[in-house]
């Protein structure tokens, strides 16, 4: 199901915590008002349309850059469904590079500009510059996309060193991503 986002004070910090969306009502348009100012979208966008996203993240143990026998879980790509606010299936994100290809034909790829911590456990909140679209579609004209409300997806615990290098976990997350077109 669809989720809409509630702020909480937890340790001081502002957290996106979800909340059950009910089909009947209108929802309020999203504000990003309560997220970090390093993942907002700069003023003069729109929100053009919402997804949820759940699926998997692979990670992969490798060596760590300049660093002689040490190691460390790296991030290799995302898969995921995408559904809309009544649970429809509207496409897939993958990477890399990160794209979101939609099921009416169109799809976005994106850089990302910057992130934010979203609390121990969940994968960091996140704004990217888009691409121009492919094709025809619900993605034509997205500048931005966000990720918030994200649940898990971090690296696993699982132990990375040299009797593991080159193997690969999955970890599954969650997050909803917010698409931004210019007003």
Avoid at 20 to 46: I, K, N
Wanted: hydrophobic share 40%; charged share 15%; aromatic share 8%.
């Amino acid at each position: 199901m669809f989720s809409r986002f509630t702020t909480t004070a937890l340790g001081g910090a502002a957290v996106l915590a979800l909340s059950a969306c009910a089909s009947g009502p209108t929802m309020a348009p999203f504000s990003q008002a309560d997220l970090p100012a390093a993942v907002q979208v700069p003023a003069g966008h729109r929100v053009a349309f919402e997804t949820a996203a759940a699926g998997d993240i692979t990670y992969q143990c490798q060596a760590k850059k300049d660093m002689a026998g040490q190691y460390e879980w790296v991030f290799m790509s995302p898969d995921a469904g995408l559904k809309g606010r009544k649970g429809e299936r509207l496409g897939k994100y993958y990477g890399p590079p990160a794209t979101w290809d939609f099921n009416d034909g169109s799809k976005v790829s994106g850089a990302q500009l910057a992130v934010a911590p979203n609390g121990s456990g969940n994968i960091p909140l996140q704004l990217v510059r888009a691409n121009p679209a492919m094709g025809s579609g619900m993605a034509q004209g997205v500048s931005h996309i966000q990720r918030v409300a994200t649940k898990g997806g971090v690296a696993p615990a699982a132990p990375c060193d040299a009797s593991t290098m080159g193997s690969k976990r999955v970890v599954t997350y969650t997050a909803d991503y917010i698409f931004w077109k210019p007003a």
